[in-house]
Nanobody
Framework: QVQLVESGGGLAQAGGSLRLSCAASGRALSTYAMGWFRQTPGKEREFVAAIGWTGGSTYYADSVKGRFTISRDNTKNTMYLQMNSLKPEDTAVYYC???????????????????????WGQGTQVTVSS
């Protein structure tokens, strides 16, 4: 059984940075695509970024492109989200997810869909003050 645990959330000022981590335990996820989503109260969960199994392919939501960077270290079974130039509208609970249905996948627009992923973390709160 695979578990994903997010960490690194917290409070940041507008213009600041945070780095989220998503650690996998139970079984390795090195051959699977992974992604980040976020959700604010009363809204649907929103895609943020996705990364292919090697880290060679990435895909971003327009709202974070140029500010956020997704990466992974398969030797540590961990995925990251470096968030720079944070804005108050980035405030949300951030979730990591993995697609364990399709090994060796590169990511594209399809990976912006929630139903691609079948393993989810519990979320970490990110709050950006103005």
């Amino acid at each position: 059984q695979v578990q994903l645990v997010e960490s690194g959330g917290g409070l940041a000022q507008a213009g600041g940075s945070l780095r989220l981590s998503c650690a996998a335990s139970g079984r390795a996820l090195s051959t699977y695509a992974m992604g980040w989503f976020r959700q604010t109260p009363g809204k649907e969960r929103e895609f943020v970024a996705a990364i292919g199994w090697t880290g060679g392919s990435t895909y971003y939501a327009d709202s974070v492109k140029g500010r956020f960077t997704i990466s992974r270290d398969n030797t540590k079974n961990t995925m990251y989200l470096q968030m720079n130039s944070l804005k108050p509208e980035d405030t949300a609970v951030y979730y990591c997810a993995a697609d364990r249905q399709s090994p060796f996948a590169s990511v594209n627009a399809i990976y912006s869909r929630e139903n691609v992923y079948n393993v989810w973390g519990q979320g970490t709160q990110v709050t950006v003050s103005s």
